[in-house]
Protein backbone atom coordinates (compact mmCIF):
# COMPACT_ATOMS: atom_id res chain seq x y z
CA UNK A 1 0.00 0.00 0.00
CA UNK A 2 1.20 3.54 -0.51
CA UNK A 3 2.00 6.47 1.83
CA UNK A 4 -1.30 8.04 0.05
CA UNK A 5 -3.63 4.81 0.18
CA UNK A 6 -2.56 4.93 3.57
CA UNK A 7 -2.77 7.99 4.62
CA UNK A 8 -6.32 8.36 3.04
CA UNK A 9 -7.42 5.52 5.58
CA UNK A 10 -6.09 7.46 8.30
CA UNK A 11 -7.33 10.82 7.66
CA UNK A 12 -11.06 8.58 7.50
CA UNK A 13 -10.78 6.88 10.72
CA UNK A 14 -9.79 10.42 12.32
CA UNK A 15 -12.63 11.80 10.90
CA UNK A 16 -14.39 9.12 12.03
CA UNK A 17 -13.27 9.83 15.78
CA UNK A 18 -14.16 13.48 15.19
CA UNK A 19 -10.65 13.62 15.12
CA UNK A 20 -10.25 18.07 15.56
CA UNK A 21 -7.86 20.04 13.15
CA UNK A 22 -6.14 17.58 11.04
CA UNK A 23 -3.15 18.45 9.53
CA UNK A 24 -1.05 16.31 6.78
CA UNK A 25 2.72 17.68 5.88
CA UNK A 26 4.53 16.14 2.71
CA UNK A 27 7.66 15.99 4.30
CA UNK A 28 9.19 13.77 1.51
CA UNK A 29 11.17 16.87 0.24
CA UNK A 30 13.12 17.63 3.63
CA UNK A 31 13.32 14.33 5.67
CA UNK A 32 14.47 10.88 4.81
CA UNK A 33 12.11 9.95 7.91
CA UNK A 34 9.14 9.27 5.76
CA UNK A 35 6.50 10.90 3.07
CA UNK A 36 4.06 12.69 5.29
CA UNK A 37 3.21 13.54 8.96
CA UNK A 38 -0.36 13.27 9.77
CA UNK A 39 -1.49 15.14 12.78
CA UNK A 40 -4.68 15.65 14.84
CA UNK A 41 -6.29 16.16 17.99
CA UNK A 42 -8.59 14.47 20.57
CA UNK A 43 -10.40 16.50 23.88
CA UNK A 44 -9.61 14.03 26.36
CA UNK A 45 -7.60 10.86 26.85
CA UNK A 46 -10.37 8.69 25.85
CA UNK A 47 -10.59 10.39 22.31
CA UNK A 48 -7.10 10.56 21.70
CA UNK A 49 -6.85 6.43 22.02
CA UNK A 50 -10.32 5.89 20.42
CA UNK A 51 -8.64 7.56 17.36
CA UNK A 52 -5.72 5.83 17.50
CA UNK A 53 -7.43 2.37 17.76
CA UNK A 54 -9.81 3.31 14.65
CA UNK A 55 -6.66 3.88 12.27
CA UNK A 56 -5.16 0.69 14.08
CA UNK A 57 -8.27 -1.37 13.21
CA UNK A 58 -8.94 0.46 9.34
CA UNK A 59 -5.03 -0.43 9.02
CA UNK A 60 -5.18 -3.80 10.40
CA UNK A 61 -7.67 -5.02 8.07
CA UNK A 62 -5.59 -3.89 5.20
CA UNK A 63 -2.75 -6.08 6.49
CA UNK A 64 -0.85 -2.61 7.23
CA UNK A 65 0.64 -2.46 11.30
CA UNK A 66 2.85 -0.02 12.52
CA UNK A 67 6.39 -0.21 13.05
CA UNK A 68 5.98 1.31 16.54
CA UNK A 69 3.77 3.18 19.26
CA UNK A 70 4.67 5.19 21.58
CA UNK A 71 2.68 7.18 24.01
CA UNK A 72 -0.77 5.08 24.33
CA UNK A 73 -0.96 4.75 27.78
CA UNK A 74 -0.94 8.10 28.92
CA UNK A 75 -2.84 9.23 25.57
CA UNK A 76 -1.81 12.67 26.25
CA UNK A 77 0.48 12.01 22.43
CA UNK A 78 0.08 9.03 20.37
CA UNK A 79 2.62 8.18 17.82
CA UNK A 80 2.46 5.83 15.38
CA UNK A 81 5.23 4.80 12.46
CA UNK A 82 3.77 3.16 9.64
CA UNK A 83 6.84 3.30 8.00
CA UNK A 84 6.34 7.05 4.87
CA UNK A 85 3.33 8.15 7.03
CA UNK A 86 4.18 8.81 10.77
CA UNK A 87 1.00 9.35 12.86
CA UNK A 88 0.81 11.94 15.56
CA UNK A 89 -2.63 12.66 18.04
CA UNK A 90 -2.65 14.61 20.59
CA UNK A 91 -4.26 16.35 23.36
CA UNK A 92 -4.79 20.13 23.08
CA UNK A 93 -2.39 21.31 25.80
CA UNK A 94 0.13 19.20 24.15
CA UNK A 95 -0.59 20.02 20.59
CA UNK A 96 0.12 23.52 21.48
CA UNK A 97 3.72 22.78 23.54
CA UNK A 98 5.17 20.94 20.85
CA UNK A 99 3.83 22.52 17.84
CA UNK A 100 5.21 20.13 15.19
CA UNK A 101 3.78 22.08 12.31
CA UNK A 102 5.96 24.89 13.19
CA UNK A 103 9.20 22.76 14.19
CA UNK A 104 8.31 21.17 10.11
CA UNK A 105 7.23 24.16 9.00
CA UNK A 106 9.16 23.67 5.49
CA UNK A 107 6.53 20.73 4.83
CA UNK A 108 3.87 21.18 2.52
CA UNK A 109 0.86 21.38 4.14
CA UNK A 110 -2.04 18.98 2.11
CA UNK A 111 -6.10 19.25 2.22
CA UNK A 112 -6.93 16.35 3.52
CA UNK A 113 -9.58 16.03 0.80
CA UNK A 114 -6.27 16.11 -1.86
CA UNK A 115 -5.22 13.24 -0.44
Avoid: C
Avoid at 55 to 65: E, N, P, Q, W
Amino acid sequence: MDSKEMSRIIVDAMEEKKAEDIRILDIAGISSLGDYFIISSGNNPNQVQAIIDEIDMRLGKAGVTPRQVEGYANANWILMDYGDVIVHVFDKENRLFYDLERIWKDGKVVDPKEI
